[in-house]
């Protein structure tokens, strides 16, 4: 069975079989089978119908995206993922943002599309699964997007202070110096949308806020983008705190990973599963649980996690 490029030049097919044939070998790996390439066709050795269509179905995409992007291995194996979701528009979906220098950031799998648009529908959204999956670098981009378009004036950014299964012991310097290791994840995404010299001067004037969840008790927020991460990390008061800092027209997104708790030495339950439980029948609630398909780091992080599967 063969699939024939239309419209294209040959360094645009070069560009889908890849330096050395080795995006073609991905392919093989991927659909396992022999695939062929020929002037302007792949030939698939298959006698598989559905697996033709879709490896017909994720051609078509490739070929699209052949003309305007570098097609790597990370690509063609997301889109290999989800390329028969019953979701698709993720594929196609609009740039969120750019960041300082030019970077179009668009959705890289189906829930992180699902992700973004209950965060544009709802008050307060959830998102639940491993690291890598985007949890964090998408809350705060949508938070600057919309501080950007006016749709609010503040953006807050929060996480528990707890540590990932060890003690590191007394950190010394001001209250800065000791909490700023615990957020440099958040930092990290601000600097890679903002750029370093932009995020400095909004974290001085004070829109943009980096602080410890404990600094959040007392407070109500309005028009304000509030995140909180690592939430798998409070406990059920904490979470209750939190969330009742919500005030008019703001928004709030909860991130964590039911999987990495670290507050078993103290025998509690996590905020993050009660409110979980308690709250996903809720209107203007949203959740969404990502997994390990969702990965967009290094392929070999989602091998890592799936063998894993702490529980």
């Given amino acids: 069975m063969e699939y024939y490029f239309k419209d294209l030049d040959q360094e645009q097919i070069k560009n889908i079989v890849g330096i050395n044939d080795s995006n073609l070998n991905l392919l093989e790996e991927l659909y ?22 879709k490896f017909s179905a994720h051609m078509d ?15 063609i194996k997301q889109s290999f993922i989800h390329v028969n ?10 740039t969120l943002a750019y960041s ?33 999956t985007g949890k964090t670098f998408l809350a705060v981009l949508m938070a600057v997007s919309m501080y ?36 440099m994840p958040i930092y990290d995404a601000l600097d890679m949308i903002l750029g370093h010299e932009q995020k400095e001067k909004l974290l001085e004037k004070g829109i943009i806020e980096v602080i410890p969840l404990a600094y959040m008790r007392g407070r109500t ?8 991460d690592e939430a798998q990390n409070t406990t059920d008061k904490q979470m209750l705190m939190f969330l009742t800092r919500l005030g008019f027209n703001s928004r709030m997104v909860v991130n964590g990973d039911i999987t990495q708790i ?13 409110a979980f439980e308690k709250l996903k029948d ?16 290094n392929p070999l992080v989602e091998t890592i996690i799936s063998r894993f599967n702490i529980d």
């Fill in 262 to 274: 670290d507050l078993n030495i103290r025998k509690e339950r996590s905020g993050l599963v009660i």
């Fill in 148 to 183: 950007k378009k006016g749709e609010v004036n503040k953006i807050i950014i929060t996480r528990p202070a707890v540590e990932a299964g060890e003690s590191l012991g007394f950190l010394p310097g001001d209250l800065k110096e000791k909490i700023d290791p615990y957020l």
């Fill in 221 to 228: 927020l309005d028009e304000a983008f509030i995140i909180l």
């Fill in 100 to 132: 300082f220098n030019g970077r179009p950031f668009k959705c890289k799998t189906a829930n992180q599309y699902r992700f973004v648009q209950l965060i544009r529908k709802n008050d307060l959204t959830f998102g639940i699964g491993p690291a890598g």
């Fill in 282 to 297: 809720i209107k203007n609630i949203g959740f969404i649980e990502f997994n390990s398909h969702d990965v967009v780091r």
């Fill in 61 to 75: 995409y490739l070929v699209r995206k052949c003309k305007t992007d570098v097609i790597d291995h990370d690509l």
């Fill in 32 to 53: 396992d089978c022999g695939i062929v390439y020929r002037d302007n066709y792949f030939k698939m050795l298959s006698d598989d119908k559905e697996v033709f269509g």
């Fill in 85 to 94: 979701d019953t979701e698709k528009e993720y594929l196609n979906s609009e």
